[in-house]
């Protein structure tokens, strides 16, 4: 049932996506008069099709449902009858095709802004930005960080949500060797700390990065709630619902502390002081290695019991008013769009790692996880991939939209259009660059779901 539910929200996204973005190139060449022939989404065979509209565009839903294209009248694919020649899409001025083909990314980015701007106005439940345990030897611990305080503002940016947080210190963390978080700690001291950032390897600008800092959103207990039949801990012989209370003597204040030390003893055996009901328990287990950013690390395969009363403690609704919500919401997708850019440049450069590159598998996971949380998550999980697809679209790569876009700049700039030849040499250069990137993304994908 909930392998079902995956694949439905998988479908639903691609086919809200790929739907906008297709209909943006078709709207806009609608306005330019360009004839459209085929209005499809999907690819391979027609599962469905119909005919209409004065210019009888075929619109078919088809089998494979990555992706879509918008087929217009074009001299460069088939003959084209004298009185529609001004209708055909290579006739028209170079800045309406350029019109036409941004404006495929364009509605994926617009998309996501009525998204953000549903739920601000509606309001988005969060966690408030308020730090759980910090391990110690961590950044953030060395910047004398505790439990309890909560982050006000990042580089003077004021943030909301432990979300808003997350993005603002993964937007800083890109160039500055230290952050300035403002936080008002338990007893409500408004102080300052500086996390230095110049010893964090630029490779762990990833989805982990906070946990890389020393940053927690959620107080977890000591508290097995799921273990991996096949890892460590279960082949030790611990149990779903054990406490555990110490490691190697030491008692254990917190699931990070357990974390921390696990991490940094891969292969090597450790002793678990276990509570199981009434009974004391002592547990031999050996982590095993797990290679990360080039070293190993050790994990039992265990996940923490949520401390629920806690978290609900810490929830809190960001809502806006409706003029300030679309703001918020063209912000927050102006600034993701820029955050996407920067980490596609980086990891072309090599500054940050590939495994941040995510394929169709992630995806269709992360949107059944967004579906069963609720439509509040689905919604903002679909306006997310939309900023990400119109982003990826308008990347200067043959065969995506900003390949099509850098060949009218050369035309604009050479004052003719680009050769058929260099058109057919691009086209190659780019199918084998995208089809690298999809097998790299895919080999991520089962990396994820077979090693976690």
Known sequence: MQLLQ????FLVVLGILVTFHEFGHYWMARRFNVKVLRFSIGFGKPLWQSRRGADATEWVIA????????KMLDEREAPVV????????????????????????LANLLLAVILFWSLFMTGVEDVRAVLGDIPQRTPAAQAGLHA????????????????????????????????????????????????????????????????????????HRPVIAFIDSAGAAAKAGLRKGDRLVSLDGAV??????????????????????????????????????????????????????????????LMTTVRYPLPEALSQAVAKTW??????????????????SMKNLSGPVTIADYAGQAARLGLGPFIEFLAWVSIS?????????????????????????????????????GQHAGMVLLLGLMLFAFYNDLNRLFVG
């Open 335 to 352: 600034d993701n769009s820029l955050m996407s850019l920067r980490m596609f440049w980086k990891m072309l450069t090599g500054d940050l």
């Open 252 to 313: 254990l204040q917190s699931w990070a502390d357990l974390v921390q030390q696990v991490r940094e003893r891969p292969n090597l055996p450790i002793q678990l002081g276990v509570q199981r009901g009434s009974e004391r328990l002592a547990v031999q287990v050996t982590p095993v290695a797990i290679q990360e950013q080039g070293k190993f690390i050790g994990k039992l395969g265990v996940a923490p019991e949520v401390d629920r009363e806690a978290m609900k403690a």
């Open 63 to 70: 089998a494979i449902p990555m992706g879509g294209y918008v």
């Open 148 to 219: 309890g305080d909560e982050v006000l503002r990042v580089n003077g940016a004021e943030v909301a949500s432990w979300q808003g947080m997350r993005l603002a210190v993964l937007q800083h963390a890109f160039d500055a060797d230290s952050l300035t978080l403002e936080v008002r700690s338990r007893n409500h001291a408004v102080q300052q700390r500086i996390v230095d950032l110049s010893q964090l390897d630029k490779q762990m600008l990833d989805a982990d990065l906070l946990m890389h800092l020393g940053l927690s959103p959620i107080r």
């Open 82 to 105: 004298d009185h529609e020649l001004d209708r055909a899409f290579n006739r028209q001025l170079v800045w309406k095709r350029m019109l036409i083909v941004l404006a495929g990314p």
């Open 6 to 9: 995956t694949v439905l929200s």
């Open 389 to 425: 697809l119109g982003v990826l679209n308008l990347l200067p790569i043959p065969l995506l939209d900003g390949g099509h876009l850098l060949y009218y700049t050369a035309e604009i700039i050479k004052g003719s259009p680009v050769s058929e030849r260099t058109m057919q040499i």
